[in-house]
């Protein structure tokens, strides 16, 4: 019976399908640097301002014994991927800061409740002790400085840095985090300014 079976199915047997034409693959590129489009840089942030986005502050540990920690305010923070679980931030390549996080080679990223703009302004003050007076923790992983009252924090191991014009994207493997005491919702930036979210 079984050798009946297999002379049935191989006597109704669909014919091979028609091959698929393969298309030829698109050349990729570098775009050069005499081939910027003719942008207004003023334009540019304008525009790109019309794009609400959340306010964190990464923050790392001393990399070397005696070193401050280190932090900064940034607004390019987004998540990355699930699994596993990456997320990514992005930093000036003249950030002053961004070295000592990356000897650290771990961060935090603390992201703001919406009552904390003057502590927002005061990490993207370069050159000050931006962590006098500020309340903080260790994180359980990478012992960076974990804020009090954000809404909420991700704990990372720096993954991978990759280069983005006159920025660099930092990708982090997220280790640890958690929802914060911040009560009040994020802290948004909108158009040049500090925004929170309308209550329902």
């Known amino acids: 019976m079984a050798e009946a079976a297999v002379r049935y199915l191989r006597s109704v047997r669909p014919a091979a399908p028609e091959p698929v034409e393969v298309l030829p693959r698109p050349e990729l590129r570098c775009v050069g640097a005499d081939e910027r489009a003719p942008l ?7 525009v790109l301002g019309h794009f609400a986005s959340g306010v964190a502050v990464v923050t790392a540990p001393p990399a070397t014994a005696g070193d401050p920690p280190a932090g900064f305010a940034c607004q390019s923070f987004t998540s990355l991927s699930l ?8 930093v000036g390549r003249t950030s002053t800061t961004w070295p000592r996080i990356a000897r650290a080679g ?13 502590l927002c302004r005061s990490f ?8 006098a007076g500020v309340a903080y923790d260790a994180a359980p992983v990478s012992g960076s400085p974990r804020l009090t009252g954000t809404v ?20 982090g493997r997220v280790n640890a ?7 009040d919702g994020p802290l948004l930036f909108h158009r040049g300014r500090f925004a929170r979210l309308a209550s329902s």
């Open 177 to 183: 985090l958690g929802a914060g005491d911040g009560a």
């Open 124 to 131: 993207a003050v370069s050159g000050a002790d931006k962590f």
């Open 106 to 118: 771990v961060f935090c990223v603390n992201v703001l409740a919406s009552g904390q703009g003057e």
């Open 40 to 46: 207004d840089p003023e334009e540019f942030r304008r």
């Open 83 to 90: 699994d596993p679980p990456l997320v990514a931030f992005m």
């Open 152 to 171: 909420a924090w991700i704990d990372c191991t720096v993954h991978a840095v990759h280069p983005g014009g006159d920025h660099l994207v930092v990708v």
